[in-house]
């Protein structure tokens, strides 16, 4: 029986080894000074440490100063699209008799139907129209398209689950609806709200194929769309490896920490929106 | 008796910001879509009504059926990998001693990094003369001389591509089929115990049995995710040799974007969405008989 145990316990380990090698690597590859960066064969430990490769990173093109605000700034924008949008809507749906509910909820969730990637075509058009293309804004609507379906399922799943009683004492208190969501259902649904947050954060900051799309201008850049570009820069001598890793390392960093943070919250997540 | 105390029609009023924005941003482009897809339009020159000739364009065209065809090809390979490997970590990670624990959030971390990030991760590991894959293959004598993965050979740039996939995706369908072993009740697998039931029997007697919606539904899952890759292969091969490692979505980029076909590119648009349609009908059907 304990031969069994360490057994598993050994499979394990090795399976942990395996998954976080790839990161370990890249991570170490980061921080090698730019010479061994460059090497061919690479070596598998960094000969001494050095920032060479972030500070490349820090000065490429437009700075990273510049694809980071661009990332951080549409995730936020879609968290707080995503929110404004999905938390007034799931109330309206879990709490109120509204004519015709089903069809609604149906036409809310038309976004998980139709995979996203084929309506960009259209939505490019429409947005270049608005001036809403190497937009922040632009793309963080993008990202709400996306998103609004999980969220609003979550929600009103967590806004269905109040109990009954409590919006009645609030009622009776002569609270009205606006004042029952501030007051009961806000505070009664944080987990959810937090869950909605976190995957339109991971989202939004990772998305690839609507960023690339929408922003042209190199200054609007998302970190993915100007990492994917500089892996082909080929005027300096072939590709930065170092600053590629640099990149990369930083482009998880923010995933990953949030992830291990609010683990409990994106299980949860995951487990009631597994519809998409 | 609860008439009159919450109206309907304020209920709406919350609803009407979400539904405005999904009648903007998902409606109409799709409306629009199905506008353009009957039209031949290169943004040059104004849209000329063609009906169904870019549906028929597509059928000739001989780089539709080899992106068709290929993705085909890729989910076909990568989900069976995808949910049996999944599957086979959530039995060994299903308890909760401390290193299974351990071993779910580290397979599980690679889900919450981006595709994007994730290939160039794997394009920079599968490089030929710079990647650590060649360099530990050289260093075991597995290969004698570095091995070219990328956008040379169309099955081999798959095959890394399908590794790169499995390392980032596997994590995804083991927490599901974790939650469902978890919430397999004790009762059952206790009297399976008693009954003496060898471990072999309970996983294809009783744990399979009744984590298998579970097991279609992540299939699903995998399959619509699989259908309309292109992340991996915009970045990793960017469709080499000769767009034969170009995806169904990666074709529709090309047309729209680059080629600006934006007629052609909508009726494609179209094609992938009606397919995508088939496995989410399948897919809702699925998740709404478990909340019954």
Not at chain 1, 122 to 140: C, E, I, R, Y
Not at chain 2, 40 to 62: E, M
Not at chain 2, 199 to 208: A, E, K, P, S
Not at chain 2, 267 to 287: E, K, R
């Amino acid at each position: 029986m304990s031969r069994a145990r360490y057994l598993v316990g050994a499979v394990c380990l090795a399976i942990c080894a395996v998954m976080i090698s790839p990161l370990l690597a890249s991570v170490l590859a980061s921080v090698k000074p730019t010479a061994e960066a460059a090497a061919s064969p690479p070596t598998y430990l960094p000969g001494s440490l050095s920032l060479d490769s972030y500070e490349r990173l820090w000065e490429y093109q437009q700075g990273l100063p510049t694809y980071l605000f661009n990332s951080l700034g549409t995730a936020v924008l879609t968290i707080l699209f995503t929110l404004l949008l999905t938390v007034p809507a799931a109330y309206g749906l879990a709490r109120f008799p509204v004519p015709g509910k089903e069809f609604l909820f149906v036409v809310l969730l038309l976004a998980l139907i139709v995979p996203y990637q084929a309506l960009l075509t259209p939505m490019f058009l429409m947005f270049a129209k608005l001036g809403l293309t190497n937009s922040l804004t632009g793309l963080a609507i993008v990202h709400t398209a996306i998103q609004l379906p999980f969220s609003l399922y979550v929600l009103r799943n967590s806004f269905a689950a109040v109990p009954r009683e409590l919006e009645e004492a609030a009622i009776v208190d002569g609270a009205s609806s606006v004042q029952s969501l501030r007051r009961v259902f806000l505070p009664a649904t944080v987990p959810a709200t937090v869950t909605v947050a976190l995957f339109a954060f991971i989202m939004s900051w990772n998305e690839f194929l609507g960023a690339l799309v929408m922003m042209s201008k190199s200054s609007k850049f998302t970190l993915p769309v100007v990492l994917a570009a500089a892996r082909t820069e080929t005027s300096l001598g072939g590709t930065d490896w170092g600053m590629l890793q640099a990149g990369i390392t930083i482009s998880i960093i923010p995933c990953v920490g949030v992830y291990l943070l609010l683990q409990r919250y994106y299980v949860s997540g995951l487990m009631s929106g597994a519809v998409k | 008796m609860r008439r009159g105390r919450r109206n309907g029609w304020v209920g709406l009023a919350y609803l009407s910001p979400a539904l405005l924005f999904v009648l903007i941003f998902t409606v109409y482009p799709l409306a629009r879509m199905a506008w353009m897809s009957l039209h031949n339009w290169s943004l040059l020159t104004p849209p000329r009504w063609v009906g169904f000739d870019n549906y028929t364009r597509a059928f000739d065209d001989r780089q539709f059926w080899v992106s068709f065809g290929f993705t085909l090809k890729y989910t076909l390979i990568i989900t069976p990998i995808l949910i049996l490997g999944g599957y086979l970590l959530a039995l060994l990670t299903a308890g909760n001693s401390p290193v299974r624990r351990l071993t779910r959030t580290v397979v599980f971390t690679p889900v919450v990094i981006g595709l994007g990030v994730s290939s160039l991760l794997w394009y920079w590991l599968f490089s030929t003369d710079f990647g650590f894959v060649n360099k530990v293959l050289l260093d075991l004598h597995v290969i004698g001389d570095p091995v070219v993965w990328l956008g040379v050979d169309a099955d081999r740039s798959n095959w890394a591509i399908i590794a790169s996939v499995v390392w980032k995706v596997i994590g995804f369908g083991m927490v599901l089929f974790v939650g469902a072993i978890q919430a397999i009740p004790t009762d059952v697998t206790e009297a399976s115990l008693v009954d003496g039931a060898s471990y072999r029997q309970r996983v294809t007697r009783i744990i399979l049995p009744l984590t298998l919606r579970t097991v279609l539904l992540v299939t699903l899952l995998s399959v619509i995710g699989s259908l309309l890759a292109f992340d991996q292969f915009y970045i990793m091969t960017a469709g080499q040799p000769q767009n034969e490692t170009a995806t169904s979505v990666f074709f529709v980029y090309l047309n729209s974007f680059p080629y600006l076909k934006l007629g052609y590119g909508a009726a494609l648009s179209l094609l992938l969405a009606l397919t995508i349609l088939a496995f989410t009908v399948v897919q809702l059907l699925l998740t709404r008989r478990s909340h019954t």
